[in-house]
Structure formats: C-alpha cells, structure tokens
C-alpha cells in the first residue's frame, strides 16, 4: 500500500534503522527496487525528481508505482518528491498522488543559488500548509550539499549551488535547524553533513569520520521527533567503476560514501538517506559488460535485464546493511 513517509520513518526511528530512499525514472528501476524489497522484506521509498517526470511523464510514473502497489501489496511504499524547486511543484505532486513532497527552499528556484533562512522559512511552511491536511509528509532541507574536501556542489546534473563554498555553508548548524522546524513543521529535514551529490564526492579513498557526525548528533539531540536525511549517500562502489572502464567507459578516480559511514550516521540519528548515482553506475556497468560480451545482442531486454539484476543487488544490499530489511 501507499503510505506517508512520516509513517514509515517513524517506525525506523522507533526501531533503530534507516530507509534508503532511491530515486526512480523508468519500469526497470521500479522494479529492481521492489525485488530487492520483496526478497528481504523491507518497506520502501521510491523518489522522483523533476528530471525524472520529465523523463518518464507524470502519468506514466504515477502508473507504474501503482502497478508496484498492486503488485507487491504487503509492502509499504511511500513516492516522494525530490528535491521540490517551489511550493507551485509540490503542490502538483501532492495532486498526482505522492505521499510526501521535499520542498528544497535551502536554493532558489534556479536550484543553483542559495537562499535566505527567511525564504526557505517562507516556502516550505507554505508546503506543510497544503500537504499536511490532506496527508501527505514533508521533507525541508537546511544547509547546502557539498563537499567539505573541496566546497563543490558536486553536482553536474542535478540541484547544488553554484561556486565554492565556506565550512559554514556545508555544515547545518543546530540552532537553525531547531528555529527553522520550530517555524516550519516539515517531518523530515535534510542536514548538509559534507555528503554531495553525484558520482565525484571524493578525489582519495576516504579513511573514515568523513561525515560530520557530531553534527548529526548535535542536530539529532535538539530535534528528536524530526527525521534527519541524508543526501548524496552514494557510495560510488569502485568493482562497479571496474567493470565500466574495463569495457570502454570512462569514469575519472572518485569515491563515494563508503555504507560504513552511512551506518554510523544511522547510529546517530539519520533515517532517510537518499540515493541515486550506485543504481546508475550497476545499471551502466551491467549493460556494457553485457553488450561487450555479446555484441551481436540487440534485445533490448537482455541487456535491460541485466541491469536490473545489478540494479537490484545494490538495493538489497543497502536495506540489509541500513537494517530496513526484515521490518516491512
Ligand atoms: O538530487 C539529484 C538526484 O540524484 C536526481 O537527479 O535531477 O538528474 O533526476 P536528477
Ligand atoms: P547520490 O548522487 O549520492 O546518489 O545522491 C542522491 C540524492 O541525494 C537524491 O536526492
Ligand atoms: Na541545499
Ligand atoms: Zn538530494
């Protein structure tokens, strides 16, 4: 069944555990995450950007989560928004049918450059106004993504502020982020930790404490009944960057979050942690391992297969390694 993230998230907080909650374009993706749910048991959060309503179209997405839901009923699955640029589009998800909706008000509207405490204040409270009586959860977020090796963004296809920026900017401070739930009422918040999104995170192989986890404690300790997210958690696994050089893809050195990291942030209090680049990575490693080995294949759904299957082992190993498995 469609459920509200706020359920979902409060039985992990009550548990112990964190959800992964990855990001959705297309049938094979949906699919690969929902196998991987069945066989361990876990609840799920699928998440769409816009790109991604671009990509598939609002009515074919809306579609396929419901073919998930009538096919896989005894498991809980919340459609998130990610990374909502306006009021204006959340509200158009809440209308589609999502369960819980980020408004992303730590930007503009551009996605590209940050915005006031007061304008992020400003919209996101307007978000929890519409969602929250026709129930429907909402996420905020405070601070800015971005690395804290090199002050980047990171992103070169999604949403990160422009240019460099300082440790006061990359890290959200407690004392905000207490002012900010106090005046917005949002269920869940996504805290800058020094994650950023997409494939490049880190030029060396991290060597642990490369989250700020004080922060997430400090954060956690004043805000106990809101869910803390986390962005960017990829973890770029280096035998899938392997199998895509080895058979003609090139991916520069970078590391990602390594899933130990992520355990110790759901320790101390993460819940959500969002992710999207490993399922691409397994996805364009599967089909051009597959297309190298075979390369009179031209059934798209040989090499469709394929990535899911490697799609699919990522997920289930992240809801074994978050402890989601087992408790839907
Ligand atoms: O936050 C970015 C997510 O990875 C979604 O990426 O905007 O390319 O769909 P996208
Ligand atoms: P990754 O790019 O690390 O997968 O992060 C995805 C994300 O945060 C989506 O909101
Ligand atoms: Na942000
Ligand atoms: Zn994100």
């Known amino acids: 069944a469609l459920v509200a993230m706020r359920q979902l998230l409060d039985h992990a907080a009550e548990h112990g555990y964190g959800l992964p909650a990855f990001n959705i374009n297309n049938m094979e993706q949906i699919r690969a995450i929902m196998l ?4 361990c048991d876990s609840p799920v959060i ?3 950007s816009a790109g991604a309503r671009n990509y ?3 009515a074919f997405l809306r579609h396929m989560v419901e073919a998930a839901v009538e096919t896989w009923p005894h498991i809980p699955i919340v ?3 990610d990374h909502g640029a306006s009021p204006a589009v959340c509200q158009r998800s809440i209308r589609s049918g ?4 980020m408004m992303d008000g730590s930007l503009r509207e551009d996605m590209r ?3 006031s405490f007061e304008y992020n204040v400003r919209v996101t409270r307007r978000v929890v106004e519409m969602a929250h009586p026709v129930g429907v959860s909402v ?3 405070l601070g800015c993504l971005g690395s804290l090796e090199t002050g980047q963004a990171g992103e070169e296809d999604g949403s990160g502020a422009e240019g460099t920026l ?3 900017q990359l890290l959200t401070d407690p004392d905000q982020a207490a002012d900010f739930v106090q005046a917005t009422g949002v269920d869940a918040l996504a805290i800058a930790i020094g994650t950023s999104h997409g494939a490049y995170k880190f030029s060396r192989r991290p060597t642990g404490d490369i989250l700020a986890i004080d922060r997430i404690r400090e954060i956690h300790a004043r805000l106990p009944n809101t869910h803390l997210v986390m962005h960017g958690s990829s973890s770029v696994p280096q035998e899938w960057l392997d199998v895509i050089r080895e058979h003609g893809g090139e991916i520069k050195e970078t590391y990602g979050v390594p899933v130990e990291e992520i355990r110790k942030g759901i320790r101390y209090g993460v819940r959500k942690v969002n992710i999207d680049t490993d399922i691409r990575l397994a996805m364009t490693g599967a089909v051009r391992r597959l297309l190298s080995q075979k390369p009179d294949e031209f059934d798209p759904r040989k090499f469709f297969a394929a990535a899911l299957t490697a799609a699919s082992d990522l997920c289930r190993a992240r809801f074994e390694a978050f402890g989601s498995a087992g408790q839907a």
């Open 98 to 101: 999502f369960t819980s909706v």
């Open 79 to 81: 459609l998130h928004q």
């Open 113 to 115: 450059t940050p915005a």
């Open 56 to 58: 598939t179209g609002e």
């Open 139 to 141: 996420e905020g977020e």
């Open 36 to 39: 991987a749910a069945d066989a």
């Open 166 to 168: 300082g440790r006061d």
């Open 46 to 48: 699928l998440q769409a």
